[in-house]
């Protein structure tokens, strides 16, 4: 079960949003790049980061602070946000990102998700995030009018490596993930999937290692509140 504690760079800086709501978000003191120093210090190895920037305007916006923190950490980063064409995969491919997430832009284009895969092979995340059974795109702002299950259907066979599949309603909220909705995605998927939007507590990470094709969990407000101890949390690390 890996953990992936997050980092969300909006303006250099490391925030938390509430339910994807750019007017709802806490500012945090540390920067990006010693959040990240905090991380691997306490042991962790892999690291969820969202260029909320990117999400905004579609482009690599913190290119700059992610490639630092790939290049002095050595962690296992997955990156998101605003992830719209090849060119941005391979910048990201080249600053030594393990995983770059594509959403909103593979949703509207299922062709762009195949093509990313088959071109990165083994480096395309795909982010789901879904509310009330439909995937929602374009910053959480409007619904696909899709059901989150007949779009993984349709590109389950494209050749994603991983899957991140959040609630919204859950994310920032600290209620627990949606781990019912969790389950189904991962019954259905044909590559592990990593649980997103929630997590508020120990129990849930415990509780996620019992479920079947989940990779690991991503953490995020729970560690920001104090709510978690990073060294409690290291230990379900593995």
């Not at 892999?46 to 992610?66: F, K, P, Q």
């Not at 593979?106 to 509310?131: Q, R, Y």
């Not at 781990?179 to 129990?203: L, Q, R, Y």
Request: aromatic content about 6%; charged content about 30%; some cysteine.
């Amino acid at each position: 079960m890996k953990i992936f504690p997050a980092i969300d760079i909006k303006d250099k800086k490391c925030v938390r949003l509430i339910k994807g709501d750019f007017d709802n978000k806490t500012e945090y003191s540390m920067s990006p790049i010693e959040q990240a120093e905090k991380f691997k210090s306490h042991g962790f190895e892999n690291l969820h980061i969202v260029d909320l920037d990117g999400a905004l305007t579609g482009e690599t916006v913190n290119l700059d602070i992610i490639q630092n923190i790939v290049g002095k950490f050595d962690l296992n980063v997955e990156v998101g946000g605003g992830i719209r064409n090849l060119g941005s995969v391979q910048k990201y491919v080249d600053a030594g990102v393990d995983k770059v997430i594509l959403g909103s832009a593979a949703i509207k284009d299922k062709n762009f998700l195949k093509e990313a895969c088959e071109k990165f092979l083994n480096k395309i995340a795909l982010g789901l995030d879904s509310k009330n059974g439909y995937l929602s795109i374009s910053g959480w702002k409007e619904s696909s009018n899709q059901l989150t299950l007949d779009y993984l259907n349709e590109v389950n066979d494209y050749g994603v490596s991983r899957l991140i599949y959040t609630d919204i309603d859950r994310d920032g909220m600290k209620q627990s993930p949606n781990f019912e909705e969790t389950s189904k995605v991962a019954a259905k998927s044909n590559c592990p999937v990593i649980i997103s939007g929630g997590v508020s507590s120990i129990d849930d990470i415990k509780k996620a290692k019992n479920l079947k094709n989940i990779e690991g969990i991503i953490v995020g407000k729970a560690i920001y509140d104090g709510d978690i101890k990073l060294e409690e949390l290291v230990k379900e690390d593995a």
